[in-house]
């Protein structure tokens, strides 16, 4: 991979500001030295940094990934705990109460979602319900808001679709959801906006004491001088403490899987937990903060700091035990499923957060797992303060504490809508029609305080992929926008991590270029409006144009897809609906090069190159047959497999696809090497 090229994102115009992608940039930061260089741009990272820019010192984020949040910030179950479960006297119970309070004041000024829904702690057996009296009490020592013991009557009022075996509940009122990755971002861009510098695809190699401080040195090679570290690596928080201190750290990580329902689900308004365990929280229903069901997460220690496969174990055992609260719960309506991995301490359980004692200079926010996220904002401002205490730091007196938010039209009112497209047509061409998300709102993610980095960055800024087909017809019109719009930028653009390509690389590292003169051309592509790209931009604008109304009409709700599998469509006139790996249940990793069918051609089109030379398309459908003859046409080599001969068992490979495993009917598995998988099966059921 060529990290001299700058990948997909711009400098940003900001003054101040830098946000960059790969390291090989001549002046990747506009300093010599840093007061503060800040490692990892997750939750904890750039509430950090936000917090830091109030002081008067200079301040650089560095992340090993495309984005902000990379890891657990981005895979969790986003509640605002309220603080009744920590242990009395940690460091957990402490800033979950403290960061809990401070949400809605942080959302004032950030403009994120978050509101309180309310939990509840379900009971089976009077052995829960003595746990739930405990945790009452509990929250009192913690001097968390309080909580209520409630019978089986009061909890069936509150949740009907409860199921009937549950006893009890502690109720929680002030339990609140956010959407984690929109707190980062609206962090971090505040942060931008107040002078703090952020350098991304550049993962920390090396921290070690020098004169100034510390030297931290990036996988590229480039070392950053600073007079003080703060340590927010996430789940390599402690082998980064390690670097430095003597004092050492362990994570054992633990993964929790989750299945993600399409939002015509609506079983419980509530986050519903289940009396917790010796093993945490255990598995709940919850609510996204975008209004979706979902539940999970499971909770299995592994050794590996990077695997974010999901299993079909796992996926079994969430959906199981998910059922004790919710009986009717299935997979029909799944969408998505993910992994979160946590950074648990592996000796005491608990946060690390401060100093460590015998590295002056050296801050830790290591070891946050759960409620790391309701703790976020109260741990920032701790240690931002205790880091400007030892930097000497005085107040930055033109800190603005207030953020702008990008138009977000699921967010507005119909004259709101209207008056944003009279002002800018783009926000009226839909792309993607599951979520509604308009190309003005892509548009606005490119030019941001941070520009969005990569694809997986505009799904998480607006929503675009989120919805029934995830992505499956919209992929190909927002990456051909994100070409078009930063001129420069040209396949292959990224997913979230360094090498985790749209479309495959050969072996010199470039994108396989089509001849889209051999009558390869958008008229193969089944009919779609607006979703399907094709090889002249200024067409589809043009047609998109003529359609031009305001996108989003006033509903965040998607369509559904057939839960039963059987050839669902979106809509009459947006074309063929595939349905997305995981409705078919198919674990794995969350690699790049997956695609229906048509997202497959439209990239060929839109992009004008191959999306794979090893392609094996799982599925029979009209539309597997098409791309198949498509790829072949185009050079690839393709294995067709009938999902009526072998089941798709796993798909492997990080960060892009390398095999899809077969499972026949009698349970042989066969591996299959391939850089691009096509799964297509939504006709056949
Ligand atoms: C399954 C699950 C469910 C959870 N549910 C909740 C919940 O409901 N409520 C709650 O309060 N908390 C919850 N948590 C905990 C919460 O998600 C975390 O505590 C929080 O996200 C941690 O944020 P962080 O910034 O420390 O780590 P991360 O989000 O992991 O961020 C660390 C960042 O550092 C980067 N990085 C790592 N190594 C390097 C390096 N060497 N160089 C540069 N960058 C690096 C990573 O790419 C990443 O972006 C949950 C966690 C999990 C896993």
Redesign the pocket.
């Known amino acids: 991979m060529d990290m001299t090229r700058r990948q997909f994102v711009k400098v940003a115009g900001a003054a101040g500001v830098s946000a960059l992608m790969g390291e090989g940039l001549a002046a990747c930061a506009t300093r010599d030295g840093y007061d503060v260089v800040v490692?990892?741009?997750?939750?904890?990272?750039?509430?950090t940094a936000r917090e830091l820019a109030r002081y008067d010192a200079s301040v650089l984020v560095?992340?090993?990934?495309l984005?902000?949040?990379?890891?657990?910030?981005?895979?969790?179950?986003?509640?605002?705990?309220t603080g009744y479960d920590p242990l009395p006297g940690t460091s957990k119970a402490r800033y979950?109460v403290e960061?809990a309070r401070l949400f809605e004041s942080w959302q004032r000024d950030l403009g994120f979602t978050y509101y309180k829904n309310g939990a509840l702690v379900l009971a089976f057996d009077d052995a829960d319900m003595a746990t739930l009296e405990e945790l009452r009490l509990r929250a009192q020592a913690n001097g968390a808001p309080e909580t209520t013991v409630i019978g089986r009557d009061e909890l069936r009022e509150l949740e009907p679709n409860v199921s009937p075996e549950a006893v009890g509940a502690l109720s929680v009122p002030d339990s609140g959801v956010c959407d984690?990755y929109g707190l980062?971002i609206a962090a971090a861009e505040n942060a931008a906006d107040n002078g703090v510098e952020f350098l991304f695809g550049?993962?920390?190699?090396g921290v070690e004491a020098s004169a100034e401080g510390y030297r931290v040195t990036?996988?590229a090679g480039n070392a950053y001088a600073a007079r003080a570290v703060v340590n927010?690596?996430?789940?390599?928080?402690d082998?980064?403490n390690n670097m430095v201190s003597s004092a050492k750290l362990a994570i054992a990580p633990?993964?929790?899987?989750?299945h993600l329902f399409e939002n015509t689900v609506h079983a419980f308004t509530r986050t519903m937990f289940q009396t917790p365990s010796d093993k945490g929280?255990g598995v709940?229903v919850?609510v996204a903060a975008f209004g979706n069901q979902f539940c999970?997460?499971n909770?299995v220690a592994q050794e590996s700091r990077t695997d974010v496969a999901t299993t079909r174990e796992g996926l079994d055992e969430v959906l199981q035990k998910a059922a004790r609260t919710w009986p009717d719960v299935g997979a029909g309506n799944v969408i998505s499923n993910f992994?979160?991995?946590?950074?648990s301490n592996a000796d005491t359980g608990d946060f690390v957060v401060g100093q460590a004692e015998d590295a002056p200079g050296f801050f830790n926010?290591?070891c946050?797992?759960?409620?790391?996220?309701?703790?976020?904002p109260a741990i920032a401002q701790d240690l931002a303060s205790q880091v400007a205490g030892y930097l000497g730091a005085g107040d930055n007196r033109d800190f603005n504490p207030k953020r702008t938010p990008a138009p977000l039209l699921v967010m507005m009112d119909e004259d709101q809508k209207a008056a944003l497209v009279a002002q800018d047509a783009a926000y009226g061409r839909e792309v993607c029609h599951c979520c509604h998300v308009s190309e003005g709102e892509l548009v606005a993610q490119l030019h941001r305080p941070i520009p969005a980095g990569c694809l997986d960055a505009l799904k998480w800024r607006t929503g675009a992929t989120m919805g029934p087909c995830q992505g499956g017809r919209c992929t190909a019109r927002i990456a051909e926008i994100v070409m078009r719009e930063l001129g420069e930028a040209e396949p292959p653009l990224q997913k979230r991590f360094a090498g985790s390509t749209l479309v495959g690389e050969d072996a010199d590292g470039q994108a396989v270029r089509l001849d889209l003169g051999d009558g390869a051309t958008a008229s193969e592509i089944p009919a779609g409006k607006g979703a399907s790209a094709n090889s002249d931009g200024a067409a589809n604008d043009a047609a998109a144009d003529e359609a031009a109304a305001p996108a989003g009409a006033g509903e965040a709700t998607a369509p559904a897809a057939g839960a039963d599998g059987g050839g669902a469509t979106a809509s009459e006139d947006d074309g063929p609906f595939e349905l997305p790996r995981a409705h078919w249940r198919i674990p794995g990793s969350r690699c790049a090069g997956v695609y229906s069918a048509r997202c497959t051609m439209d990239l060929m089109d839109a992009l004008g190159c191959l999306p794979g030379e090893n392609a094996v398309v799982w599925g029979d459908t009209d539309l597997a047959r098409r791309c198949a003859e498509r790829l072949r046409a185009a050079g690839a080599s393709v294995e067709v497999v009938l999902p009526q001969s072998e089941s798709l068992a796993r798909v492997d490979g990080t960060p892009r696809v390398e095999e899809a495993v077969f499972e026949a009917s009698d349970g042989t598995l066969r591996a299959v090497p391939c850089d691009l998988l096509v799964v297509s099966a939504a006709m056949s059921g």
Not at 368 to 376: E, K, N, Q, T, V
């Open positions: 490692i990892g741009a997750g939750v904890i990272g750039c509430c560095v992340e090993g990934g984005d902000v949040a990379c890891g657990a910030t981005r895979a969790n179950s986003g509640i605002v705990h979950n960061g984690p980062t550049s993962p920390v190699t990036t996988a927010a690596a996430g789940i390599n928080s082998l980064i633990k993964r929790g899987e989750y929280k709940l919850g999970g997460p909770s992994v979160g991995l946590r950074a926010a290591a946050i797992d759960s409620p790391g996220l309701a703790s976020a």
